[in-house]
């Protein structure tokens, strides 16, 4: 069962040293933050953190019907995705907001915004011809 494993991690190794992601690693990374934000309940957990507080996770589930089990795994998939950062304090956990990630994506769009729109142009000046 192990050897599967390690055989399909192989493969998609391999995928991705062969493919765009290796040349350009934007929209990898991109498709990892969008993937973290569509969940609500990590919105909302990156609302409470990006005033630049730190809070445990206790403090995080507070004012939330979630179990302490329920927000540490939605911390461990944005902590994945580069937007929040834990350190321990004591015996506790402490997260904090990253705002890196947002910021690499968003000039990730805008340079796809850009793609798109130098391409409609060209298309406009063929039409206009």
């Not at 990156?46 to 979630?66: C, E, M, V, Y």
Request: hydrophobic content about 45%; aromatic content about 6%.
């Amino acid at each position: 069962m192990r050897a599967a494993g390690n055989n399909r991690s192989r493969i998609s190794k391999l995928m991705l040293s062969d493919s765009v992601y290796a040349r350009d690693p934007a929209p990898h990374l991109a498709a990892h933050v969008f993937a973290a934000l569509g969940d609500a309940t990590r919105l909302s957990l990156l609302t409470k953190l990006s005033d630049g507080q730190t809070r445990s996770i206790s403090g995080l589930s507070a004012d939330t019907n979630l179990t302490r089990q329920a927000i540490t795994k939605h911390l461990h998939v944005l902590e994945n995705a580069g937007l929040v950062i834990s350190s321990k304090v004591g015996r506790e956990s402490q997260f904090a907001f990253r705002p890196e990630p947002i910021a690499e994506v968003r000039a990730y769009l805008a340079s796809v915004s850009q793609q798109w729109d130098d391409a409609l142009a060209r298309l406009r000046a063929f039409v206009e011809r």
